[in-house]
């Protein structure tokens, strides 16, 4: 007989609204284990692992939050609907009564839509004011995506700016997700569209570098593994897609190479996420239930099932010396986070 | 003689040495002291007066030695002459005051106390320490002093006269010792000084009599009175400072050996002796403790001492597990008594009567279990407390036998650790405890967790409910199926053993919280869940510990109430709950600390375990059978709650239907009823002929429609249903299910969930009706129930506890009915008449038989029970259904026999009841049938009339009215004629 399905190890309650996204603090940052969750209600929430309990919440955006990432200690980005990616700068987490946070900077996205940002962590010396931190997302028209560089510690925008160009925007719809990789020193940005494709810019000279179909319905996140340039895409339909990369010199070339139909009759996923440790991979799906499969092999593993609502959000957090365990953090409209210990 | 006795009577009102002359010369003190020597000789006659003189050549010479620099400089020569003069008379007087001492045993307490402090003195002053010679061997006045005449008298006090006289002293000091504990305070306390001045004085010179000074202050250190225990204890606490400070090791290992030889023979003292022994030894135990202080940690390295110690510790306090207290449940079987819990979340008094003190086998003074308590904590205060934990830990694992004394063991030595009960304030210098506060918090975190864990926590004090669960899904009847013997193979003693056991983990995390104060806010998460799975427990032992527990845990971290502590964790709780409800075969507790919650709660909570109802719910829709009975309770306990909540107020009256006050109500209207028509039938008919009428009328009708419309439009709106109810509406639905069930314990909760939603739904008529209609068709087969109650009783006795289930079962039912009525009214009625009415009036026909001239033995059979519940259940039925003619007339019928004196009492008055709610709903019938039974006439109010005689004979036979029927027939008579003639 199988093993029955685990349970999460425990859940986060009392988000105010649906929870759109949850994403872990680097635990490198130096901080207690944090987990930062963007509601429905535009609210931003910061957890604090460790008390399983709010650290502190506040109103982030006007219309619902539909991306959070933590930037280093004390620094927060939150993208909203109301077309705002915001820096926050956040009070240290020691004091009881911390003050609301700050904004250091705001960034106006054009483009509407549910696409996520997504960030590029420099990891240059503290020292120099310059920007560390790249931001991209999508842009309206002819410029299909759009990246911003920021100095995470003073708010200050600056060079350099890309825009990476379409043609025929109207064929491939919609930027529906995001990624920015860095391999062999160059700096690419993939974005997958309505089409159901992924495309791939350069960032240096803004050009497209290769193009990878994947489904039939529009495309709604993927992830990259750059270990081995490997990525998992979902779509609004019950399969998974594989990809894979190939750097040939200064061609890039890309291909599909797996399709896998998900367990039980969902009719889309919502996220996916791979762990660092290139092990397992998660997909949460709109029925409500974590999928997980071996990353090498994609054997499905485990079937988690503890949200009533669609998943909105997968994601899993780093291994650092204090806390060695890899957690997976779902949310899900249930207004429920649940965090998980699997195969560690 | 004469000399001294001016300064005896000056000074004998006040100490003796407060108003002595100062006589530093050597000279004069050795004139002085021949006479004092030989006066002692012939006691005791003058002795206030030969202790004062000895004071006052006492006083100077030892003024003389505390006038010294401590340390810096050797003694001066003369004072070192000085005592040396006193030396040579100590033999004597020492054994004279000894005599006195121990002699007669009637003397005031103020000689003796004299004769100990002047013992103490002089040995003091004679022997003191800083007299001893660095070097024996040099004579040290040969050269110096050329006066023969003291010389004479002078000794040489060489090694070999310290020796022999330490030997001595100890010697005599054995024999003063021997006469024990004193029964006058004064003369304790001046014991104590004496040891005192002895242990400060001479402690290297008398070396062999510290052992035996110590064990008089320690034994000294629970005295009843103030002054002489905390003298001791500053007698001790200074003392071991010298020998901190010294670090002689002869007396630290003097002391270890103590320790050892003490905890060899205290389990034999225990077990055998009696408390005026066991007492003192313990007390000694606690005092070395005390007096070694830091010394302990390196005391337990040793391992033969920590064998031979915890060995002690954990024989002294082996558990009795025969008090019958241990076994007695909390809750009643039914599982429907936690009204009383509900109603008094926090107060003491409703679970205070079952409280249950540890009973240890060997002893049962609390005086000694303080005293090994103290000895404990001293260990946990000073010892390292990882070694000791670890070491008692393995004693847990070693065998069920030790297991609870080690977690007693723990529980004091962490509260040791943090100072519990030590009263340190008075000592100031015990504050070097070993343990870092860091160090406690990681200690107390493993021990929490290991304390929850699967194995110790969730050990079987019951018979194992799972498997009674099983069994009652076997026989539909398993209320009576107590098996004396338990099915899973426990003893009753190991039953019993493992709640003590609960009990002590319990005691423990409230240990924890105890040391941590706000710290162990952090803990919450892990225990709280816990705790509340033992407070919902059915061992009345456990479920009060844990009460217990959760009080100290809410003054530890600073919440006001079990409400306040629970409704801010909820999310622990919650979040453990819910998880476990996904595996509820695995976790059949977590039912309960939901109940628990809703339970020790008030309103706040609901809306935090909204989600985890609802969870319940969805469960419950899964899994049908199984868990139910797991899962209603909850539901039960839900309702109760609501209810309690949430008091209906819009129908004030639903409570207090048995008042009567409706009855009246209706009285009013039924009376004036007949006369109202026909004044307002003459009026109408006027009014048409004005011919205005109709315009009035229509106007009339109009205002009344737009009344009728402005009161309409806010219901237009549709007030939200407030969510109490709708959670209501959620658990009857499910219970509809469970009205049929075959276990009969479901059946019986479920019913009495029902009453209680029925009454939370009253307010709401919208939710209400729809839910009463569901609920009838499950509901009425009930009633089925109550005929096999008559069946069984009559063909089988043997299976008493079946049918009687079965009655309170259909009881229930007519319970619910009439809840049912009270809130729903007409909307049942013609559903009673066709489905109840006959079922009742069967019964109450058939069983009229039974109850006529029956003895008093008879109220407490089931039969009674049921013909009563039936009887007065009707009184409400007819009072709040608008029954028809015939309904009525068959129900008086069937009601009649009830009348009869011979009856018993309870069963008249409630036919009488009925006969009245009869009256008020149908005067004229009932009052035919009355007087047609009772067969009296119609008597008329004016002679002018003729008297009525009605001249049916449907009068039954053979049944004789009390005076109470005659007095109904006439009050009706009268109302009868008030109405048609007048």
């Known amino acids: ?344 | 003689m004469i000399l001294f006795s001016n300064s005896a009577s000056s000074s004998s009102s006040d100490s003796p040495w407060s108003t002595a002359p100062s006589l530093s010369l050597p000279g004069g003190l050795v004139l002085n002291g021949r006479p004092g020597c030989m006066t002692i000789r012939m006691p005791p006659f003058p002795f206030l007066s030969i202790a004062s003189l000895f004071g006052v050549m006492l006083f100077s010479a030892s003024d003389a030695l505390a006038g010294e620099a401590v340390d810096a400089e050797p003694v001066s020569q003369d004072v070192r002459l000085h005592c040396q003069v006193i030396a040579s008379f100590l033999p004597g007087v020492v054994t004279s005051i000894a005599k006195v001492i121990l002699g007669d045993s009637k003397q005031g307490q103020t000689i003796l106390s004299m004769a100990f402090l002047t013992w103490s003195s002089v040995v003091a002053t004679a022997m003191s320490d800083r007299l001893m010679p660095q070097d024996m061997s040099l004579d040290m006045f040969q050269s110096k002093d050329k006066d023969m005449g003291k010389r004479q008298l002078i000794i040489n006090q060489d090694k070999r006269w310290w020796n022999d006289t330490a030997s001595k002293v100890h010697h005599l000091l054995k024999r003063i010792l021997s006469i024990g504990i004193h029964s006058h305070w004064k003369l304790r306390l001046s014991v104590c000084q004496f040891a005192k001045m002895l242990l400060q004085n001479c402690n290297q010179s008398l070396e062999n009599c510290v052992p035996l000074l110590v064990d008089v202050l320690v034994a000294h250190l629970n005295d009843d009175y103030k002054q002489v225990s905390v003298f001791s204890r500053q007698a001790l606490d200074s003392f071991s400072v010298i020998v901190v400070a010294r670090g002689s090791g002869s007396l630290i290992s003097m002391f270890e050996d103590n320790i050892h030889s003490l905890a060899t023979r205290l389990p034999r003292v225990v077990r055998t002796a009696d408390d005026t022994v066991r007492l003192p030894t313990l007390d000694l135990l606690v005092g070395y403790l005390r007096l070694l202080g830091p010394r302990i940690s390196s005391l337990l390295s040793s391992s033969a001492h920590l064998k031979r110690l915890s060995q002690a510790l954990l024989q002294i306090l082996e558990i009795d597990l025969s008090d019958i207290r241990i076994m007695e449940k909390h809750s009643a079987v039914l599982g429907s008594s936690t009204e009383s819990a509900l109603y008094h979340p926090v107060t003491e008094e409703t679970f205070g009567h079952s409280h249950y003190r540890l009973q240890f086998r060997h002893f049962n003074d609390d005086h000694i279990k303080a005293a090994v308590i103290k000895s404990i904590r001293l260990l946990g205060c000073y010892g390292d407390l990882s070694l000791l934990v670890d070491h008692f830990a393995d004693y847990f694992t070693q065998s069920s036998h030790w297991q609870k004394q080690a977690v007693l063991i723990v529980n004091e030595l962490v509260r040791g650790c943090a100072q519990i009960g030590l009263d340190c304030s008075e000592d100031g210098f015990l504050h070097c405890s070993v343990n870092s506060k860091e160090a406690i918090e990681e200690h107390i975190m493993s021990l929490l967790s290991e304390y929850v864990s699967e194995s110790h926590w969730h050990v079987p004090t019951t018979i194992d409910t799972r498997m009674e669960d099983f069994r009652a899904n076997q026989s539909s009847r398993s209320l009576a199926a107590i098996n004396v013997a338990s099915p899973n193979g426990l003893s009753a003693q190991t039953l019993n053993s493992n709640t003590i056991l609960v009990c002590l983990l319990l005691d423990g995390i409230a240990g924890f919280a105890e040391v941590l104060g706000q710290h162990f806010d952090a803990l919450l998460m892990t225990a709280l869940y816990p705790i509340l799975e033992k407070l919902g427990d059915s061992k009345g032992v456990i479920s009060q510990t844990a009460l217990d527990t959760l009080t100290v845990i809410c003054q530890c971290c600073g919440y006001s109430s079990m409400n306040d502590l629970i409704c801010h964790n909820a999310d622990y709780l919650i979040d453990a709950v819910s998880l476990n409800l996904r595996h509820l075969d695995m976790n059949p507790t977590t039912p309960r600390v939901l109940k628990m919650m809703l339970q020790h709660c008030d309103k706040a909570l609901l809306p935090l375990v909204d989600d985890t109802l609802h969870e319940v719910f969805t469960v419950l829709d899964g899994h049908f059978d199984d868990t139910a009975l797991l899962l209603v309770p909850v539901l039960q306990t839900l309702v109760e709650a609501i209810h309690y909540w949430f008091p209906s107020t819009n129908r004030a009256t639903v409570c207090e239907w048995h008042e009567g006050s409706r009855i009246h109500e209706k009285e009013k209207v039924k009376a004036c009823s007949i006369s109202d028509f026909l004044k307002e039938y003459c009026h109408k008919n006027l009014d048409m002929e004005d011919g205005e009428g109709g315009v009035k009328d229509e106007d009339f009708d109009q205002t009344g429609e737009q009344n009728g419309e402005a009161d309409d439009f806010p219901e237009d709106k549709k007030e939200p249903i407030p969510g109490h109810c709708l959670l209501t509406t959620e658990v009857l639905d499910r219970c509809i299910h469970f009205v049929s069930s075959k276990n009969a314990r479901l059946r019986l909760l479920v019913l009495s969930v029902i009453q209680h939603g029925l009454l939370i739904l009253a307010a709401t008529t919208d939710q209400l009706l729809p839910q009463v209609h569901k609920l009838w068709s499950p509901l009425v087969k009930r009633f089925a129930d109550i005929e096999p109650v008559v069946l069984m009783k009559v063909t089988h006795d043997i299976i008493n506890s079946c049918w009687w289930h079965c009655g309170v079962f259909g009881l229930q039912a007519l319970d619910v009915l009439c809840t049912m009525a009270e809130v729903s009214g007409d909307f049942i009625r013609r559903r009673v008449v066709s489905n109840v009415w006959p079922a009742l009036s069967t019964s109450l026909e058939r069983m009229n038989g039974m109850s006529l001239q029956s003895g008093k033995l008879y109220k407490h059979t089931v039969n009674f029970k049921l013909q009563k519940t039936v009887l007065t259940s009707l009184d409400v039925l007819i009072c709040e259904l608008d029954m028809g003619d015939v309904e009525l007339s068959e129900i008086s019928a069937a009601v009649l026999p009830y009348l009869d004196v011979r009856q018993p009492r309870e069963l008249q008055e409630a036919a009488v009841r009925i006969f009245k709610a009869l009256a008020t709903a149908d005067p004229d019938a009932t009052w035919l049938v009355l007087s047609d039974a009772v067969g009296c006439c119609l008597l008329p109010p004016h002679p002018c009339l003729t008297s009525v005689k009605l001249g049916t004979e449907r009068r039954p036979k053979g049944i004789q009215y009390s005076g109470v029927v005659m007095d109904l027939v006439c009050e009706l008579s009268c109302c009868i004629w008030r109405k048609y003639i007048m």
């Not at chain 1, 982030?60 to 705002?84: P, T």
């Not at chain 1, 050009?207 to 039939?216: E, F």
Request: hydrophobic share 40%; aromatic share 8%; net charge neutral.
């Open chain 1, 1 to 344: 007989m199988a093993r029955p399905p685990p349970d999460p190890l425990y859940s986060l309650r009392g988000s105010s609204g649906e929870v759109n996204t949850v994403a872990f603090l680097n635990p490198n940052d130096g901080q207690d284990q944090l987990l930062v969750s963007g509601g429905s209600d535009g609210q931003v929430t910061t957890w604090s692992l460790k008390t399983r309990r709010p650290v502190c919440s506040f109103a982030g955006h006007e219309k619902s939050v539909i991306a959070v990432e933590f930037a280093g200690r004390n620094r927060l980005f939150s993208q909203g609907r109301d077309g705002l990616i915001r820096l926050w700068s956040l009070a240290d987490d020691r004091s009881q009564h911390a003050p609301t946070p700050r904004i250091l900077c705001e960034i106006k996205v054009e483009a509407a839509g549910f696409c996520r940002f997504c960030l590029f962590r420099r990891h240059i010396s503290l020292v120099s004011d310059g920007p560390d931190t790249i931001v991209m997302f999508p842009g309206e028209n002819e410029t299909a995506l759009k990246t911003v560089a920021i100095a995470t510690g003073t708010g200050q925008t600056g060079h350099p700016v890309y825009k990476l160009p379409v043609e025929q925007p109207e064929r491939v719809g919609m930027c529906m997700a995001v990624h920015l990789f860095e391999t062999e020193e160059r700096l690419f940005g993939a974005g997958g569209f309505e089409c159901g494709d992924v495309l791939v810019w350069r960032l240096e000279d803004e050009m497209l570098m290769t193009r990878v179909s994947l489904h039939r319905e529009p495309l709604t996140c993927f992830s990259l593994d750059l270990t081995c340039m490997r990525g998992i895409s979902g779509a609004a339909e019950n399969l998974c897609k594989i990809f894979e990369f190939e750097l040939n010199g200064s061609e890039l070339i890309s291909s599909c190479v797996k399709s896998f139909e998900l367990l039980g009759a969902s009719k889309g996923v919502s996220d996916t996420a791979i762990r660092s440790d290139g092990k397992i991979c998660a997909v949460g799906c709109w029925n409500g239930s974590v999928q997980v499969f071996s990353w090498k092999k994609l054997k499905p593993l485990a079937v988690l099932t503890y949200h009533t609502m669609g998943i909105s959000s997968v994601t899993f957090s780093e291994s650092c010396s204090s806390e060695p365990a890899i957690l997976l953090a779902v949310g899900s409209r249930d207004k429920r986070i649940s965090i998980w210990s699997l195969y560690n």
